[in-house]
């Protein structure tokens, strides 16, 4: 968790010594006659469209495992039940209440909204306070979020296959997420500060689940939990 609040703070550090990036690449995908020319691009549409259902599934079949324990007693397989609330409260707290308290807090415009792309609004760098957006504004990406919250499902599958998911999904989410600069809906630092706050959400959320498990457990599993002078024994 160290490494990932040193990574989020050197982030931090580059994009304000460096805040020029942003115009940048939001700039390769600009035309002043044309505005963001892949914006209608049919292919990242479906792409981009692919990604919005997905949290939404995904809680939905968690959750189904979560209130469904005696899926547990036919061998089936099922994860722990920490685990599966781990990705459940992540997509909630991570890619819901985070981001769009972040988004509020922040208030910055989106590439779209700008002077520099044809817009009235105020280029701002990532952290900046300001007003020059009041509602679903670009920092961070929520949908950058949320793509990189289907990393969380790793903790669900066997050691063996850990690797393989993460890269095969890795790649489909930077895409999912890289995708929003392309549209010119988010700036390339409103996606890497999405990745970059979502890791220390995750490992945090993630070591509280793994040291409360057992009794995580053996409250969806209706098990009788050990008291504490058994737990100390």
């Known amino acids: 968790m160290q490494l990932a609040l040193l990574a989020l703070g ?27 020319l892949f914006s209608q691009n049919s292919s990242l549409l479906l ?19 979560l209130i469904a324990p005696r899926l547990h007693d036919l061998r089936l397989g099922v994860p722990a039940p920490h685990r599966l609330l781990f990705v459940v ?16 807090l922040v208030g910055r415009a989106r590439p779209r909204d700008i002077e520099q792309f044809g817009g009235t609004g105020i280029f701002t760098p990532p952290w900046d306070l300001s007003d020059q957006c009041v509602r679903n504004c670009s ?4 949908e950058a979020s949320s793509a990189f919250a289907l990393l969380t499902l790793v903790v669900l ?14 790649i489909i989410a930077a895409a999912f ?3 929003r600069v392309v549209f010119g809906a988010h700036f390339f630092s409103d996606v890497v500060f999405a990745w970059s706050v979502m890791t220390v959400v995750a490992l945090v959320l993630w070591r509280w689940m793994s040291f409360n498990a057992q009794w995580i457990d053996g409250l969806f599993l209706r098990r009788e939990q050990p008291s504490r002078s058994q737990e100390g024994a």
């Open 157 to 170: 599958l066997p050691l063996s296959y850990r690797r393989i998911y993460l890269i095969v999904v890795g």
């Open 47 to 65: 792409l981009r469209d692919a990604n919005r259902p997905l949290p939404w599934i995904v809680i939905s079949l968690l959750l189904i495992l």
């Open 10 to 36: 050197a982030v931090s550090i580059f994009f304000a010594a460096v805040p020029e990036l942003d115009l940048f690449m939001s700039g390769l995908f600009w035309d002043p006659a044309d505005g963001f």
């Open 139 to 142: 920092f961070i990406s929520g």
């Open 177 to 179: 997420s890289f995708n």
């Open 89 to 104: 409260i992540f997509f909630a707290l991570g890619p819901g209440l985070i981001v769009h308290v972040m988004k509020i």
